[in-house]
């Protein structure tokens, strides 16, 4: 890393002179200084702004060994942002192309080129439309956690490594086998691990002996975002993390325009307490806590009830009324749920003379939201989720849908809403967004009924506002009926699930995805199905509506709070304000375009193009185009990219007339001449991009 020169106590222009130095390579900014009060301490407060960097800038870093007093800090006051968007190489499969996959050498090498376009007609051999050059995109590698294991020389004997997830959902506390000091190899580390629940894969590498100590590098390969440390137990070693993972994290928000008024209770006790315990249930919920002493601290309390799958966090505080009593009350603030919290029921098993516990609301918990919302990724959705959805619900949602794999759920209170931050653990790359829906989708339920002694047959079909679909067969499929149901122009998307009963009898779930709201009923027509007692029914089991998620100016949204890689980040520029489109060229050797016409003046369309190699042709009297010789033009375009650091001169060599654009700036215009040799100089850098258009035409030999 890097430094500027001691700038302590720095004027404006000094610190500015120092932060340009060529070595830290910002380039130009600009500095305030001004007064600031921290901490009660008068300090100096600089604001940097960043001029030559675009987007958002990684936070300087101080060193501040050479402080005698005081600290120095650095926090980002505005966030930067460029032109910039990601590109996001897939296979044809469709699955994110991870580095470890990637054939050696090839890792990152895919060349994005992106360019502005505007409507406007452009002059002769250039691009059509054209507007202006943007860069080629940069590479962001796959950021795996990465933690070193090391084991101090000469150790002997064995040990174990574990890794503890216990603190996230579902998560589990897991042991290695024994491994021994003297014989373990980076292979034997790696299947040790790989038998653990919670890791998926790892690589591993080694380095040292055991005489000299040993060195084991731990990539994981199947678990992404920062992870927690591994634990090494037995010998003296010890587990740092060299890397902290990178994965996509998204944040669902629900918003109202008011704040909650969370609900108070307290729970009191009286009479002469000597011991025992109580546990606390909710009214109309039969689950209990856990045992909590008639003395608990506050803390006891709080674990006790956030252990409840019915409450989700609580601030509890605890108040001494008679210490030779024994008596105490705890005032509990409940967080998570909101609103009007069910009255606390307790269960007492205190001892002592007449012990009583008696259970007051203080406050009546009020709620600006109500009502359920829904969740979407990649085309498949969840079920209803409640507007204050436990994080595990929010997760077991999600991983029930088959395009994700694994994702771990944090839930916060905003006083008004609710944020859930949802990291993907298992799946890579700059994933597609979640997407909220405040609405309740329309269900509907068809179910065939009879079928005994005699089982069900025969067909039948289904109706939707005055269009009906084809015959059905008694067992159509879920695709099936799904494509029948699509096929009417009364109704857009639907999800259909089928479950198998007895007698041929069927049940299809229909779930209207487009119209939103309470929608029409299906009606069956089933004088077709056969089998005793044949009947087709409809149930509305779901009514839909189009503003589910209720309260004061309701709201949900999601938001990307870190991109998942690899990626690439391409940045595009405008000299001027307009409307453009955006062009990303993926860039492959193989040659220039080349576009073949019939005519001398690039006029129409082309009869032929194609790709070209190298341009290096001697036609003499021979076909330029399938029948044209003569009065034939030629328009070659493409880029030029120098695979070493030097200077390089073209040649051009033509009959009858050329010009030449680099970089969209016409050099040569010979277009009237009978004959062109031309020498143009040209001086480009290792992955610089050289933008040629080649015009040449072919008059009478």
């Given at each position: 890393?890097?430094?500027?020169?001691?700038?302590?106590?720095?004027?404006?222009?000094?610190?500015?002179?120092?932060?340009?130095?060529?070595?830290?390579?910002?380039?130009?900014?600009?500095?305030t200084?001004?007064?600031?009060?921290?901490?009660g301490?008068?300090?100096?407060?600089?604001?940097?702004?960043?001029?030559?960097?675009?987007?958002?800038?990684?936070?300087?870093?101080?060193?501040?060994?050479?402080?005698?007093?005081?600290?120095?800090?650095?926090?980002?006051?505005?966030?930067?942002?460029?032109?910039?968007?990601?590109?996001?190489?897939?296979?044809?499969?469709?699955?994110?192309?991870?580095?470890?996959?990637?054939?050696?050498?090839?890792?990152?090498?895919?060349?994005?080129?992106?360019?502005?376009?505007?409507?406007?007609?452009?002059?002769?051999?250039?691009?059509?439309?054209?507007?202006?050059?943007?860069?080629?995109?940069?590479?962001?590698?796959?950021?795996?956690?990465?933690?070193?294991?090391?084991?101090?020389?000469?150790t002997?004997?064995?040990?174990?490594?574990?890794?503890?997830?216990?603190?996230?959902?579902?998560?589990?506390?897991?042991t290695?086998?024994?491994?021994?000091?003297?014989?373990?190899?980076?292979?034997?580390?790696k299947?040790?691990?790989?038998?653990?629940?919670?890791?998926?894969?790892?690589?591993?590498?080694?380095?040292?002996?055991?005489?000299?100590?040993?060195?084991?590098s731990?990539?994981?390969?199947?678990?992404?975002?920062?992870?927690?440390?591994?634990?090494?137990?037995?010998?003296?070693?010890?587990?740092?993390?060299?890397?902290?993972?990178?994965?996509?994290?998204?944040?669902?928000?629900?918003?109202?325009?008011?704040?909650?008024?969370?609900?108070?209770?307290?729970?009191?006790?009286?009479?002469?307490?000597?011991?025992?315990?109580?546990?606390?249930?909710?009214?109309g919920?039969?689950?209990?806590?856990?045992s909590?002493?008639?003395?608990?601290?506050?803390?006891?309390?709080?674990?006790?009830?956030?252990?409840?799958?019915?409450?989700?966090?609580?601030?509890?505080?605890?108040?001494?009324?008679?210490?030779?009593?024994?008596?105490?009350?705890?005032?509990?603030?409940?967080?998570?749920?909101?609103?009007?919290?069910?009255?606390?029921?307790?269960?007492?098993?205190?001892?002592?003379?007449?012990?009583?516990v008696?259970?007051?609301?203080?406050?009546?918990?009020?709620?600006?939201?109500?009502?359920?919302?829904?969740?979407?990724?990649?085309?498949?959705?969840?079920?209803?989720?409640?507007?204050?959805?436990?994080?595990?619900?929010?997760?077991?949602?999600?991983?029930?849908?088959?395009?994700?794999?694994?994702?771990?759920?944090?839930?916060?209170?905003?006083?008004?809403?609710?944020?859930?931050?949802?990291?993907?653990?298992?799946?890579?790359?700059?994933?597609?967004?979640?997407?909220?829906?405040p609405f309740?989708?329309?269900?509907?339920?068809?179910?065939?009924?009879?079928?005994?002694?005699?089982?069900?047959?025969?067909?039948?079909?289904?109706?939707y506002?005055?269009e009906?679909?084809?015959?059905?067969?008694?067992?159509?499929?879920?695709?099936?009926?799904?494509?029948?149901?699509?096929?009417?122009?009364?109704?857009?998307?639907?999800?259909?699930?089928?479950?198998?009963?007895?007698?041929?009898?069927y049940?299809?779930?229909?779930?209207?995805?487009?119209?939103?709201?309470?929608?029409?009923?299906?009606?069956?027509?089933?004088?077709?199905?056969?089998?005793?007692?044949a009947?087709?029914t409809?149930?509305?089991?779901?009514?839909?509506?189009?503003a589910?998620l209720?309260?004061?100016?309701?709201?949900?949204?999601?938001?990307?709070?870190?991109?998942?890689?690899?990626?690439?980040?391409?940045?595009?520029?405008?000299?001027?304000?307009g409307?453009?489109?955006?062009?990303?060229?993926?860039?492959?050797?193989?040659?220039?375009?080349?576009?073949?016409?019939?005519?001398?003046?690039?006029?129409?369309?082309?009869?032929?193009?194609?790709?070209?190699?190298?341009?290096?042709?001697?036609?003499?009297?021979?076909?330029?185009?399938?029948?044209?010789?003569?009065?034939?033009?030629?328009?070659?375009?493409?880029?030029?990219?120098?695979?070493?650091?030097?200077?390089?001169?073209?040649?051009?060599?033509?009959?009858?007339?050329?010009?030449?654009?680099?970089?969209?700036?016409?050099?040569?215009?010979?277009?009237?001449?009978?004959?062109?040799?031309?020498?143009?100089?040209?001086?480009?850098?290792?992955?610089?991009?050289?933008?040629?258009?080649?015009?040449?035409?072919?008059?009478?030999?």
């Amino acid at each position: 890393m890097k430094y500027s020169e001691n700038i302590l106590s720095a004027n404006e222009s000094y610190f500015e002179t120092a932060l340009e130095s060529s070595s830290l390579g910002i380039g130009d900014v600009h500095v305030t200084r001004s007064n600031a009060t921290i901490s009660g301490v008068l300090s100096w407060q600089y604001t940097v702004t960043f001029v030559a960097l675009d987007g958002d800038i990684d936070l300087l870093s101080i060193n501040s060994s050479s402080l005698t007093s005081g600290s120095a800090s650095v926090a980002e006051f505005l966030k930067g942002q460029a032109n910039e968007f990601i590109i996001e190489p897939k296979k044809a499969s469709g699955a994110v192309v991870q580095d470890l996959d990637s054939a050696s050498g090839f890792k990152g090498k895919d060349l994005f080129y992106t360019e502005l376009w505007n409507s406007d007609a452009s002059g002769p051999g250039q691009l059509p439309n054209w507007y202006q050059d943007g860069d080629l995109a940069t590479y962001n590698s796959v950021e795996y956690c990465i933690q070193k294991i090391a084991i101090a020389s000469g150790t002997t004997g064995n040990f174990t490594l574990t890794y503890d997830t216990s603190s996230r959902l579902n998560g589990t506390y897991a042991t290695t086998s024994s491994l021994s000091t003297m014989y373990v190899t980076a292979y034997g580390l790696k299947l040790a691990l790989e038998e653990l629940s919670n890791i998926e894969s790892v690589d591993v590498t080694s380095s040292g002996t055991y005489s000299s100590g040993l060195t084991f590098s731990v990539t994981f390969t199947g678990n992404f975002g920062a992870l927690p440390t591994l634990g090494i137990h037995g010998v003296t070693g010890s587990v740092s993390v060299i890397q902290t993972g990178v994965t996509e994290i998204q944040t669902i928000v629900t918003r109202a325009d008011t704040d909650f008024v969370p609900e108070v209770q307290t729970i009191l006790t009286s009479g002469t307490i000597t011991g025992g315990t109580f546990k606390i249930n909710f009214y109309g919920h039969t689950e209990k806590s856990s045992s909590i002493a008639y003395d608990a601290v506050a803390t006891s309390v709080k674990s006790a009830l956030e252990s409840m799958s019915f409450v989700g966090s609580v601030k509890v505080t605890r108040t001494t009324i008679s210490s030779s009593s024994g008596t105490y009350m705890w005032a509990i603030t409940f967080l998570d749920p909101v609103g009007d919290v069910p009255t606390m029921v307790i269960t007492s098993s205190l001892t002592g003379t007449s012990p009583t516990v008696t259970v007051a609301e203080v406050t009546k918990g009020t709620s600006s939201l109500g009502g359920t919302f829904v969740l979407s990724y990649m085309g498949q959705y969840t079920n209803n989720l409640a507007f204050d959805a436990s994080a595990q619900s929010v997760k077991d949602e999600l991983e029930a849908l088959s395009t994700v794999t694994e994702v771990e759920v944090y839930k916060e209170d905003l006083y008004n809403g609710h944020k859930w931050t949802v990291t993907f653990t298992k799946q890579l790359g700059n994933l597609p967004a979640i997407v909220a829906y405040p609405f309740q989708y329309e269900i509907q339920t068809i179910s065939t009924t009879g079928g005994s002694p005699t089982p069900l047959g025969g067909s039948f079909y289904l109706t939707y506002m005055n269009e009906s679909t084809n015959v059905l067969s008694f067992d159509v499929s879920a695709a099936g009926l799904e494509a029948a149901l699509e096929s009417l122009s009364s109704i857009g998307n639907v999800d259909v699930n089928r479950v198998v009963s007895t007698n041929g009898q069927y049940t299809w779930s229909v779930t209207f995805r487009s119209d939103i709201g309470n929608v029409d009923m299906i009606v069956p027509t089933y004088s077709g199905l056969t089998g005793s007692n044949a009947k087709v029914t409809v149930v509305e089991t779901v009514s839909g509506s189009s503003a589910s998620l209720t309260g004061e100016n309701p709201s949900v949204i999601v938001e990307e709070k870190v991109a998942g890689l690899p990626s690439y980040t391409a940045n595009y520029y405008a000299s001027s304000i307009g409307s453009y489109l955006l062009a990303v060229r993926q860039l492959t050797p193989g040659g220039l375009t080349g576009s073949y016409f019939d005519n001398q003046w690039l006029s129409g369309s082309p009869v032929i193009q194609r790709i070209d190699p190298e341009i290096n042709f001697n036609w003499a009297n021979g076909l330029i185009t399938t029948y044209g010789s003569d009065y034939v033009s030629i328009r070659w375009v493409g880029k030029l990219l120098a695979d070493v650091d030097e200077e390089f001169t073209l040649y051009l060599t033509a009959d009858d007339g050329a010009r030449v654009y680099i970089n969209h700036t016409l050099v040569l215009d010979q277009w009237d001449s009978v004959a062109v040799f031309y020498v143009l100089m040209s001086t480009f850098l290792q992955l610089d991009i050289l933008i040629l258009s080649l015009n040449i035409r072919k008059l009478l030999d």
